[in-house]
């Protein structure tokens, strides 16, 4: 078993995964500038390898499966993510919510093997008449202090 800190050898060439495309001719199942993304956080590998070696029927694991391991869980977070800001955009809203990934997931059949995990998601709510004339319009909390009474005692 490895530390934390396991770093594949420097020596050992890791293979390098064929060119897919990004999207363009039609082929391919990741998004659109793929290449443009930059990833800040890396899945750890020393991690993937212990997880794998915790199953009783995975015997040795070969140096460099988890590496792959790593870039195919990065691949498919670009994906996943990607198509869930699209539905996020799409309604108009600045953040990727549950609502947003199970949308991405029930629309994709790539990500079909994920639809009993977020059929626990409550569905997102139809736009109704009155929101769409809203929808240009902010509303707003009304601030202001309250004001202190004979029955507010400070202890």
């Known amino acids: 078993m490895q530390d934390a800190d396991y770093i594949p050898d420097a020596s050992v060439a890791v293979p390098q995964m ?6 363009s001719s039609g082929g391919s199942m990741l998004p659109p500038n793929v ?4 990833i800040k956080n890396h899945f750890p590998v020393a991690r993937i390898k212990r997880i794998m070696q915790a ?20 691949l498919f977070m670009i994906s996943l993510v990607t198509k869930a800001a699209a539905e996020a955009k799409q309604r108009n809203s ?34 109704s008449e009155s929101d769409a004339m809203d929808e240009g319009k902010k ?7 309250r004001k202190k009474t004979d029955d507010d005692d400070d202890f």
């Open 18 to 23: 064929p060119e897919i495309g990004n999207g």
């Open 35 to 38: 290449d443009s993304i930059i």
């Open 55 to 74: 199953d009783d029927d995975v015997g040795k694991v070969a140096q460099v499966t988890p590496v792959v391991v790593s870039k195919a869980l990065e």
């Open 94 to 127: 600045k953040r990727v919510g549950a609502i947003h990934l199970k949308q991405a997931i029930t629309k994709n059949e790539q990500f079909d093997f994920l639809n009993d995990i977020v059929s626990k998601v409550a569905d997102a709510p139809e736009k």
């Open 139 to 145: 509303k707003k909390a009304p601030r202001g202090k």
